[in-house]
């Protein structure tokens, strides 16, 4: 039997305390949560009370728990996009594997920091590209590989961001502005450039791209829009990016609705009373014509590949759905695939077109359609067994490649759409 893994998490956000730490209760026998850090109280709080973590073992900060000896096998760091590297380079040093959230960092020479520390070290670093984990990816990658279309020959993706979570996280939100986080094609997209390069198994040579902030500015504000929605807004009744329908009205992501995942993340512990004071007094009340935000709401990404193939990806906010589409196209034939309904189509030349409902293939699709516990399972046996990476574990040498194409990508957008050379990032 594999021993159980001590972890320390770094950063209660949306991801360290809404989905990794509840892993320690899907897989009680193989993990559990030994240390946590984060700067607001309350979240310490709750998380020590629920899993029982002892008041010495929660820190105000990353830095603060880092002056510690090493306390866990793992160190989840879940924290900022620029803050990832300053502090998982001490982590290595202090003797933890790390899972790291993507992305690694905007800044190049710091993926290659990191790569060179994390190789002295001997730690394993896994890079949060969940998308890998699903059985929908994981089917996908199947059907390819065996020759199912034959050679790859282009694919055409992508991924709708959804108005709300556009508004939420790069308009009002944390990584609405490049020069505090990352370029959205990175801090959103850094999955779908990694999971295309997985599946085709290519290498990207060169990149073109454009893309801008054409939406969220104050040129495009309608007349009698005001500051923020709750602040006597004139047309807040026809505006579908209302933080009052969003937060407290609506039956998908509303106070009420019984989901509380996107209202977690504007007060802790929301209630109607907290929800409204967080609107009236918080970013996330803020009208999205009047922000100060910086990072595109469309791009799209034309990728060349080593061996002369294609692939083109469109990321765009103007969609009702979160969801994810590609289309492949093969020597042999063509695959369609969509993730928010999880069904395959694959058509090989001269025969009847395959069906395939994902469904009935995993029995758990929570969590970035099921990948989020699968890729904690993962890494949690590999650290207890002392095994290397699996063939989809996004270790950090494997996820700088779709860095160099995001940041290639922001490069030419803008430029103009200039052609940038992968290797001038590599």
Known sequence: MSKKVTVAIAGLGGRGKDTYAKCAKLFPEKMEIVAIADPIQEKREEVAKEYQIPRERCYTSVEDMLKEERLADVLFLCTQDKQHVPQAIPALRKGYHLLLEKPISPNLDECREILKVAGECKRQVVVCHVLRYTPFYGKLKELIDVGTIGDIVSVQAIENVGYYHQAHSFVRGNWRREEETSPMILAKCCHDMDVYLWLTGKRCESVSSFGSTYYFKSSMAPEGAAKRCLGGCKVKDQCPYDAEKIYIT?????????????????????????????????????????????????????????????????MCAFTKEISRQAKFMGTLGEIRADMEKNVIEVTRFGSETEVIDVTKLAEDFSGHGGGDNQMILELLDMIANGTGPSGRTTSLDVSVESHYVALAAEKSRKAGGALVSIDEMR
């Open 250 to 314: 609506s039956t998908d992501t509303g106070v009420a609705s019984g989901d509380d995942h996107w209202v977690q993340l504007v007060t802790v512990n929301p209630t109607l009373e907290r929800v409204k004071k967080a609107l009236e007094e918080g970013p996330y009340g803020r009208c999205v014509f009047h922000c100060d935000n910086d990072v595109v709401d469309h791009q799209v990404v034309n990728m060349n590949m080593e061996d002369g193939t294609t692939i083109n990806f469109t």
